[in-house]
Nanobody, 115 residues
Framework: QLHLVESGGGLVQPGGSLRLSCAAS????????LAWFRQAPGKEREWVSC????????LYADSVKGRFTISRDNAKNTMYLQMNSLKPEDTAVYFC????????WGQGTQVTVSS
């Protein structure tokens, strides 16, 4: 059973940066396309970014394009999301999963962008 753990969230001022991590245990992620999702208060969970199993293809939602960078380290069974130029509207709980989603959702990591 694969277990996903997100970390790296926190409180940051507008314009600041954070790096999120998604660590997996119980199964290797090598063969999976992976993605980040987020859910803001009162809103549905939305897709943010994805990365192919080979690391060759990355895609981003228009709202984060140019500010966020997704990456993965298959040797560490971990995926990352570097978030720069953060905006208050990026405030949400961030989750990781395969794309399309196959695994149980983790607890997520809270990102709060506020002055």
């Amino acid at each position: 059973q694969l277990h996903l753990v997100e970390s790296g969230g926190g409180l940051v001022q507008p314009g600041g940066s954070l790096r999120l991590s998604c660590a997996a245990s119980g199964r290797t992620l090598d063969d999976y396309d992976l993605a980040w999702f987020r859910q803001a208060p009162g809103k549905e969970r939305e897709w943010v970014s994805c990365i192919s199993s080979s690391d060759a293809i990355t895609l981003y939602a228009d709202s984060v394009k140019g500010r966020f960078t997704i990456s993965r380290d298959n040797a560490k069974n971990t995926m990352y999301l570097q978030m720069n130029s953060l905006k208050p509207e990026d405030t949400a709980v961030y989750f990781c999963n395969s794309d399309p989603t196959e695994f149980h959702w983790g607890q997520g990591t809270q990102v709060t962008v506020s002055s």
